[in-house]
Structure formats: structure tokens, C-alpha cells
């Protein structure tokens, strides 16, 4: 193969191939139709074409309402924590008081040392679970404010457990104290006759006094020497007006001669409360309060009874 070029001047020169050098000629010729067809299908892809004008528009606007929507959930986050963090101080001011009761209530009962412990924290323990002990990866582990809330609320439960049991507690001792014989009773006077054998004032004879006499002002307060319930408030031989309480446990007192009185049947009346005033009625001979002490339907002696001075 030959090629004869020819210049301006009507020169000529020719170029002779061998078959490598045909071989290489013909490649390069059939590479420009290829390269051509490349670069017409690369060319129309401009970049300006994907990223025009109405897209930046698009993500600017899509960029914008996430920047609103991340400032709205962080101002509610914020919300929150601030909403938990109030709740947080509330519950441990509220810890605090029930402490401060809890101590006051067991130095006023006089209780164990050690018995109710409102200032320490809750005593707990267990077998460690098997699962949690041979797993590979630790347990979830929550947020520290949130396990700050757990023990608040888990310390309050236990607080109010041992104001609850401490309450029961006084109460039964309260009742116990208010149901306990003890005192005179009246509110001022003197002791005008013991219990047992004495002369009768009216015959002269060697008679049982199955009581004690106080004698005092008349209409001076007449008092229940301990809480019960009322069973006779009305006029009984001998007595005159006569106030009969039942305090339980086999217990009863009887409280006669009285001018007025201020309980009725039913009444459930409290240790130191006025329910009669001192009199003359029935056999008596002057303004006094006859005062007995039942036990199991049997009289004892009151004298052991207004010496106590309570439990």
C-alpha cells in the first residue's frame, strides 16, 4: 500500500505500508467513528442540566424545614428535661419532709433505736439472675435521670410502707393508752371514803363500800378516767344519776351521784372527757362522785387504778 501527498508546489512524496503498519492505520480509522459516538452521547449529560436552579431551590427548601423541625424537637426535649427535672426536685422535697415526719413520729413514740430508719436508704438484695450474670454483652442500661426517678420513687414507697406500719402502730398504742385505767375522776376534790368494809353514814352499821368517794364543789366536772362507750346513763338505785362506761378487755367503770349529765347511752366518750357533774342524787349526804372500778363483772379496788399515772 502507497499514499502520494502532494504540496503547494506540486511536489509529490509517497509514504509505502507494510502489513503491521496497515494493521495499526485501519485500528486508528475504525476508533475515530467510536470515539465520536462516545463523546456525543457523553456531551448532552451537563452538569448544569441535573443541578439547575429549580432543585437548589428544592433542597434549599427541604434543608430549611429540617433545620425547623430540629430546633422544634430539640425546644421540646429541652421542655421535657426541664418538666423532669421540676418533678425530680418536688419528689425529693417530698422524700425530705416524710424523713423529717418519719424521724419526729419514732423520737415522739419512743421506739428501738434502729427499728424505723427513715433517713438511710432502703436495705435490698437478691441472687443475681443467671441470664443477666453469663450474658456476653451488658444489659440496657437507662438514662441517669432516670434511674434517679426509679430510686426516689422506689425510697417514697418504702417510706410511706414504714409511715403506714408506724401509724398502725401508734394508733394501737394510742388506743391502748386511751383504753388504760388510770386517774381520778374529777377535776378537783378530795377523797372522802376508800374502798371496803366502813360505817354506814346513814345506819351506823358495818357495811361493804364497794368504792371511792371524792367528795367536792358541787357541779365540779366529773371526768371518764379512760376511753370507751357509754352503757347506762340514767338514774339506778342508790346511785342517783349514774354514768357507766365499758372500756373493753373485761374493764368498766361507774361514776354516781352526780347533779347533770353530759353523755347519754351510745356515746363513745375519750379519756379526760367531762360527763358529769358532781351532785347529791340517790343515797348520799353531800356533793361527791362514787367511783367504782369493774373487773370481769367483779368490783376491785380503784385506789390501784387513779395511782397509775399511764403507760
Known amino acids: 500500500m502507497k499514499i502520494i501527498l502532494v504540496n503547494d508546489r506540486g511536489v509529490t512524496r509517497t509514504f509505502g505500508f507494510g502489513g503491521l503498519s496497515k494493521a495499526l492505520l485501519g485500528l486508528c480509522l475504525l476508533s475515530l467513528p467510536v470515539g465520536a459516538f462516545l463523546a456525543g452521547v457523553n456531551l448532552p449529560v451537563a452538569e448544569s442540566d441535573v443541578f439547575d ?32 427535672t421540676v418533678k425530680l426536685a418536688e419528689m425529693q422535697a417530698r422524700l425530705t419532709r416524710v424523713d423529717a415526719l418519719g424521724e419526729r413520729l419514732t423520737t415522739a413514740a419512743k421506739l428501738d433505736e434502729g427499728e424505723f430508719q427513715f433517713g438511710d436508704t432502703p436495705a435490698v438484695g437478691g441472687p443475681e439472675d443467671p441470664a443477666i450474670a453469663g450474658a456476653s454483652e451488658m444489659p440496657y442500661q437507662p438514662p441517669e435521670f432516670l434511674e434517679v426517678i426509679g430510686d426516689l420513687s ?36 378530795w377523797m372522802s371514803s376508800r374502798y371496803g368494809y366502813r360505817t354506814d353514814p346513814f345506819s351506823g352499821r358495818r357495811t361493804w363500800h364497794s368504792g371511792l368517794d371524792f367528795a367536792g364543789k358541787n ?8 376511753a370507751g362507750v357509754v352503757t347506762w346513763a340514767e ?5 342517783g344519776q349514774l354514768v357507766e362506761i365499758n372500756h373493753g378487755n373485761g374493764y368498766k367503770t361507774r361514776y354516781g351521784h352526780n347533779s347533770e349529765l353530759k353523755v347519754k347511752l351510745g356515746d363513745v366518750v375519750k379519756k379526760g372527757q367531762v360527763i358529769a357533774l358532781m351532785g ?12 367504782e372500778v369493774y373487773k370481769n363483772n367483779r368490783p376491785v ?9 399511764g403507760r
Open 280 to 291: 347529791s342524787s340517790g343515797r348520799s349526804t353531800g356533793p361527791h362522785v362514787h367511783f
Open 219 to 226: 357541779g365540779s366536772d366529773v371526768v371518764s378516767v379512760a
Open 301 to 309: 379496788d380503784p385506789a390501784s387504778y387513779i395511782r397509775r399515772t
Open 235 to 239: 338514774d339506778r338505785y342508790g346511785y
Open 53 to 84: 436552579s429549580r432543585t437548589a431551590k428544592a433542597w434549599g427548601k427541604a434543608l430549611r424545614k429540617q433545620r425547623e423541625q430540629i430546633k422544634e424537637a430539640d425546644r421540646e426535649a429541652r421542655e421535657q428535661l426541664t418538666a423532669l
Open 154 to 189: 422506689d425510697q417514697i414507697e418504702n417510706r410511706q410502707m414504714q409511715l403506714g406500719t408506724l401509724e398502725t402502730l401508734l394508733a394501737d398504742r394510742q388506743l391502748q393508752e386511751e383504753q388504760f385505767i388510770a386517774g381520778r375522776p374529777i377535776a378537783s376534790g
